[in-house]
């Protein structure tokens, strides 16, 4: 690639400094290094101080580094060494043999590239440089990233010929005479079909069709992931939910300082504890006047918060408290920033809050495919149909009942049933199976979206919960690529588990054949970026996010390229 300087595969060229102070380790990293990986290039010392010291006389093309060392851990050495212009791009890892995610992530916040445990393997190392050299290939011409943009937008605009076609364009079109002046009588009938029209069942011919086009480049594992995310016959949910129409509010939103740095796409939540992240929450309910509008008890409340925060599993690399926390900040966002807040009700903007603290109660780090597959008590109890999201949604209500923790007991009982239907639907939307069913009929109502419909303010929320539950990749790059490692950590233990019990290894899933670009990639074209440009129509202030987004994306496509490139020179 012109403009990149080129380095030798084979790591001959390549000058390594290791800094570790245990002996043992020292020797370890002499061996498979030089030894067992065929670096001819390796400089090892004991301490930190002489390693900075080497670093300001000589240029080093990658630092390995232990993390708990005397004097100055391996955190203070990344921090000095990214002060020094000439190596502000060289890739810098850090070992450790501590197996937790908060060291990981301080290791990669204070400027670490990777982390990997200890003892070290030939299989960690042996092509460590050129996985890491990614980060070097900005220079990219102009011109192959325009023709990367151009590929881009074809892809999304096939996709969103796929998910209109047939069914959403005939909609579009009754939803078009409808509007005419025609009898009462024919606009009901009319609202009917297109409530009939509004089934998962019907959108599956299109996406069928998107996996199956030629010219579009899609590898078998992408193939079978996408087919098994869409495989669930959703019926659409009759008698969707009304918010109550008589007598309710509308938002005042408050400012203040807390609230601002909360407003922001580039606030981190992985830097917090969970202790501190409530009372966070808090102030984003405070934010819109919640606690008076519907007399929440603020101990009642509370005591709720740290029983949602206990449901969630500790041990899940991903779907934890600190997820429901990044999704109710996330859909906040879109509240406050993308000002969702001005078209929906204080009712509604309750619904929305809670159903995204609540979207992943209780989730057992396995996905609804295993859990239909091996026959779970969740599967057997929901009968296979958004197995989880109907567990999560058990789960939130049953809080909600528990003594102390009755945050509802101010509504009245009309009230309380809107919330509900409309609690559970936010949740079940978050199914992936039924992704397209929500765009299309999204897609229906946009040339009319009006603030005083019912109808078109649910969708909305459907649609803000389901954007805020897929926002990772709109996060800053370092922290989009922590939430990306966390997931696929996720993935990999499933996998692990369906590799023991003798199942298929799901796509995406396999820790001894990963493919974390291409899931990735897949995952923002297929999913991502389309809904948050639907979304996008409608609210304002998205432009920037969906930049974002095209960012992550090109990321990816590049450490794509590298890891072909790599795979390439192996094969020679």
Known sequence: MEGVNQVDLAGQDISILAVDDVSNCRLILDRVLKKQCGYKNVTIVGDPKEALELIHKKQFDLILCDLMMPGIDGIGVVQQVRKIPNYAKVPFVMMSSAEDLDSNYRCLLAGADHYILKPLQASQLKNLYIYLWRKNVDAVKDKEMSTMREENEKL???FSEAVETPINVITKTISSISQKDLSPDVQSALGVIIKSLG?????????????????????????????????YDIEAEEGAPRPTEAGFTWPQVKTGEHSEALRSWEFDCLGYSPDDLLPLIEEMFSDFNLFDVFAINIEKFRKFLLLVRDSYKKNNPYHNFKHAFDVTQAAYLFLTRSEAAQYLNNLEILSLLISALGHDLKHPGL??????????????TYNDKS?????HATTLFEIIRSPGCEILSGMKELEYRDFRKMSINLILSTDMACHGEHIARFQSVIPTFSREKAEHRELLCSLIMKASDISNPARSALVSRFWSDLIQEEFWQQGDVERRKGLKISPFMDRQNPQVASMSIGFIDFFVLKLFTEVGKVLPNTE??????NETRERWVKIKEEEEKQKSAEKK
């Open 156 to 158: 999304k605009s096939q």
């Open 387 to 391: 197995v989880l999201e109907n567990m």
């Open 367 to 380: 996905n609804n495919t295993y859990l239909v597959v091996t026959g779970d008590q969740y599967a057997l």
């Open 199 to 231: 089934s998962s069942n019907l959108y599956r011919p299109a996406f069928s069709k998107i996996l199956e086009q030629s010219d579009i480049t899609l590898d078998s594992t992408t193939k079978r992931w996408l087919s098994q995310e869409l495989r």
């Open 544 to 549: 920037e996010i969906i930049k974002r987004l």
